[in-house]
């Protein structure tokens, strides 16, 4: 993903301590509650609980806190355009309601490795943000038949070992071929789009099964757990069962 998470916090703010601001760094800004205005020269937006603005580097912002609020900032550093330069708006909000948790768990822990913690969370939330976005291209999927039985086919096999250059052959593609007209109906290759699949069935199954690490390793297509604990580790920065303990410790206090 080529990305890194520099500085993660969550602020109070009655106002912003430089309400026309120039980004010197990526930061994206998630409301937890509260709202605020930003207007980056395409108008005024508001910005409420659940939902984030990107205040990308080089770009001025003139923003003004509208109702007390809670943010998270997330300091970091990308080799792509993640989020953009305006508002943000998941259409999971479960998904994304239950990551703030996780996140404010990490917080009142404050544990040695909570920036790991830290770490694993935001890059759930540029994942989640990543498969929406792919969502959003029905339409243009819905264009290219190809592609779209070809994701049909990958979802359908996603527990089984998939070799992505014989299904570009069986489309009569090269791989090439195959890889730019994907990432042009779903905004990311087919790699990355197996890969974001993979983890989503995995963190659900981790968070809504008591299946063994082994067995949940052989529903998402890996041959054996030890590859399947590294994939996730590369992914979250945690192991299968360090995310399924997290999972359960915010289980327990919300009881």
């Given at each position: 993903m080529g990305m890194t998470?520099?500085?993660?916090?969550?602020?109070?703010?009655?106002?912003?301590?430089?309400?026309?601001y120039l980004g010197e760094d990526d930061i994206f800004a998630l409301v937890v509650s509260g709202c605020f205005q930003f207007d980056n020269g395409s108008g005024v937006q508001t910005v409420g609980p659940l939902e984030g603005v990107n205040f990308q580097r080089g770009i001025r912002y003139h923003r003004q806190i509208t109702q007390e609020a809670q943010i998270y900032l997330f300091r970091y550093r990308s080799q792509e355009d993640i989020f953009g330069s305006g508002k943000v708006v998941f259409q999971d909000t479960e998904r994304?309601?239950?990551?703030?948790?996780?996140?404010?768990?990490?917080?009142?822990?404050?544990q040695q490795d909570d920036f790991v913690c830290k770490q694993a969370l935001f890059t759930d939330i540029v994942t989640q943000l990543r498969l929406e976005k792919a969502a959003q291209y029905q339409t243009l999927l819905n264009t290219d038949s190809m592609i779209l039985s070809a994701i049909s086919y990958i979802r359908d096999n996603l527990h089984r070992k998939l070799n992505l250059e014989e299904l570009a052959q069986q489309h009569f593609l090269s791989?090439?071929?195959?890889?730019?007209?994907?990432?042009?109906?779903?905004?990311?290759?087919?790699q990355?789009?197996?890969?974001?699949?993979?983890?989503?069935?995995?963190?659900?199954l981790l968070a809504e099964t008591d299946l063994?690490?082994?067995?949940?390793?052989?529903?998402?297509?890996?041959s054996n757990a030890y590859y399947?604990?590294?994939?996730?580790?590369k992914h979250c920065q945690l192991s299968p069962s360090q995310f399924r303990t997290l999972l359960t410790t915010v289980e327990e206090g919300e009881t």
């Open positions: 998470l520099l500085v993660s916090k969550l602020v109070q703010r009655s106002s912003f301590q430089k309400e026309n994304i309601r239950s990551t703030l948790q996780l996140l404010q768990l990490c917080d009142s822990l404050a791989y090439i071929q195959f890889s730019r007209r994907f990432k042009n109906a779903t905004g990311t290759n087919p990355e789009y197996v890969a974001g699949l993979r983890l989503k069935k995995a963190k659900q063994s690490i082994q067995k949940i390793s052989e529903n998402c297509g890996f399947f604990s590294n994939f996730f580790r």
